[in-house]
């Protein structure tokens, strides 16, 4: 049995097929993780999210700042934005089963010394706080508050996380931080409006990940998001997007012998700004 993590897929199912193939995934014994934004950008959301469902018992996601676009839509609190290529699952005859499974995804999850989340973690917090904040957004959506924290999500996709937040704003924003972190400033709010690489970045600007509580607990964060970042890793971090969408590749890290494989795109895609902030 072999647990896999897999980067940002946005509908590039015969990629994601390919690899899957190349890995020798066994649907039977196998667990896979995606590190979210299954969906958007590229041509075939539906057919990814479709296969997600359909191998429930063995694969999960944590749920994505695109995934979060999508619950938006789905439910009316969102509207469309330049280069969607979700409509074909909002008219899905089978969407309430597809979006159901994915309003369930966690926005965090802790897999023994591993971190799986999308983007990151705001740097002060500590696995404790991390958890309980992704627990509590989790809870809400299952009690039926999904909507209007979905709606607060999307109202607050801009604001950075900070310690004076109201306590209406911080479980949105947390939300927000999870899916959408690259960069913070000296103060540790995240800078949400630069999604270029690290070495071009303005002048005080640093990885989240550089001062980040978590890792020094000793833990090692699973993420994406960062297409301009790309394919790193470091002793305590791995960014798994690389930029698949975007004309790279889409890449798979076994966590039981830190194995890594890649696989080019081979879906027309489209999407050509990984700078773009969303």
């Keep these: 049995m072999a647990t896999w993590v897999i980067g940002d897929i946005h509908g590039c199912w015969l990629t994601f097929e390919r690899l899957l193939a190349s ?16 969906v958007n950008r590229g041509p075939h959301s539906l057919e990814v999210l479709r296969w997600a469902v359909a191998h429930d018992d063995r694969v999960s996601s944590v749920l994505g700042n695109h995934d979060l676009h999508l619950l938006a839509r789905a439910c009316g609190v969102a509207g469309e934005k330049k280069g969607d290529t979700i409509d074909e699952v909002l008219a899905a005859p089978d969407r309430d089963e597809l979006l159901g499974w994915l309003r369930r995804r966690p926005m965090m999850h802790k897999l023994g010394p591993y971190v799986i989340v999308h983007a990151g973690l705001a740097p002060e917090w500590n696995i404790e706080l991390a958890e309980g904040y992704a627990e509590v957004i989790h809870a809400e959506c299952d009690a039926g508050k999904g909507q209007s924290l979905l709606a607060a999500i999307h109202a607050n996709r801009k604001q950075p996380w900070h310690v004076d937040l109201s306590r209406e704003e911080r479980l949105p924003t947390a939300a927000v931080v999870m899916s959408r972190i690259r960069m913070v400033g000296p103060d540790g709010r995240a800078a949400l409006g630069y999604a270029g690489p690290p070495g071009s970045a303005p002048e005080g600007l640093q990885p989240w990940f550089s ?29 798994l997007d690389s930029g698949c969408v975007y004309g790279g590749r889409l890449t798979a890290l076994r966590l039981d012998d830190g194995l890594v494989v890649h696989q080019d795109v081979l879906d027309p895609v489209g999407a050509t700004d990984p700078c773009a902030s969303f």
């Design 23 to 38: 890995i020798g995934w066994e649907t039977s014994h196998d667990r896979l993780w995606l590190v979210g934004d299954l």
């Design 211 to 239: 001062t980040a509580a978590v890792v020094r607990q000793g833990y090692t964060v699973i993420f994406g998001h960062w297409a301009m970042l790309g394919y790193y890793r470091a002793r305590d971090v791995v960014c």
